[in-house]
C-alpha cells in the first residue's frame, strides 16, 4: 500500500450539478489541499470520502480499506482540523477528552 487515499473514477450526480469522474491518490508523507471556486464540488469529495453521502460510482480505499465495507475502522484512523471551534465554550479540556475518546480510542 503506497497511498493513504486512493479515489478511483468517483462520481456524484444531482439536478444541476455532477462530479467526477474524479481519481487521485495522495501518497504517505504528503499533505493535499482542495482548492477551487464555490460550488468545484470540494465539499461534495470530502463527504463522498467520509461516506455521509452515497457515490453513484467508483471506489475509495483509505490506508488499503474500502471505506464502505470498513467504514468505522477507516474513521477511527482519520483526524481532521477545523477552521474555528466547533464545541461549546463551557467544555473544558477534561470533558473534550472524554468526549474525543470515544471517538478515536488511540
Known amino acids: 500500500m503506497d497511498?493513504?487515499?486512493?479515489?478511483?473514477?468517483?462520481t456524484k450526480a444531482y439536478p444541476?450539478?455532477?462530479l467526477g469522474p474524479v481519481s487521485l491518490k495522495i501518497p504517505y508523507?504528503?499533505?493535499v489541499?482542495?482548492?477551487g471556486e464555490n460550488g468545484a464540488g470540494k465539499t461534495t469529495l470530502i463527504s463522498l470520502i467520509l461516506?455521509?453521502?452515497?457515490?453513484?460510482?467508483?471506489?475509495?480505499?483509505?490506508?488499503g480499506r474500502d471505506s464502505q465495507k470498513e467504514e468505522l475502522?477507516?474513521?477511527r484512523d482519520i483526524g481532521f482540523a477545523v477552521d474555528e471551534c466547533c464545541f461549546h465554550p463551557s467544555l473544558t479540556p477534561k470533558n473534550l477528552d472524554s468526549v474525543m475518546r470515544g471517538i478515536y480510542p488511540q
Open 3 to 10: 497511498s493513504i487515499l486512493e479515489i478511483d473514477r468517483v
Open 16 to 18: 444541476n450539478f455532477r
Open 29 to 31: 508523507g504528503k499533505i
Open 33 to 35: 489541499g482542495l482548492i
Open 51 to 63: 461516506n455521509q453521502i452515497e457515490r453513484d460510482g467508483g471506489s475509495i480505499r483509505i490506508f
Open 73 to 75: 475502522r477507516c474513521k
